[in-house]
């Protein structure tokens, strides 16, 4: 069973940084693409940020200019720097990690709690 484990998160004052971390139990290259998604209170999980095995990079229109998705493949692991944070973006964020066993399959982890207070 595949295993991926957040840390990273906590409380920061609007315009500050965190990074947050997402270890996997496996190499990540196993995965593709690895990504971060993030749920607020009554809302539906949405997509962050994603990075291929290549490096590749897609990021959603609310976090470009300020989130930065990276990867260590020699680590298993997924990073997500947050700048700028504000009050929006205050979420629990989930590291992603699709990929094929006769058939489809993404696995989570547990999430880290994000808040950013104004």
């Known amino acids: 069973q595949v295993q991926l484990v957040e840390s990273g998160g906590g409380l920061v004052q609007a315009g500050g940084s965190l990074r947050l971390s997402c270890v996997a139990s496996?190499?990540?290259?196993?995965?593709?693409?690895m990504g971060w998604y993030r749920q607020a209170p009554g809302k539906q999980r949405e997509l962050v940020a994603t990075i291929t095995s290549g490096g590749r990079t897609n990021y959603a229109d609310s976090v470009k200019g300020r989130f930065t998705i990276s990867r260590d493949n020699a680590k298993n692991t997924v990073y997500l720097q947050m700048n700028s944070l504000k009050p929006e973006d205050t979420a629990v964020y989930y590291c992603?990690?699709?990929?094929?066993?006769?058939?489809?399959?993404?696995?989570w982890g547990q999430g880290t709690q994000v808040t950013v207070s104004s």
């Open positions: 496996e190499s990540i290259l196993n995965f593709n693409p």
């Open positions: 992603n990690a699709p990929r094929y066993e006769t058939r489809p399959v993404a696995y």
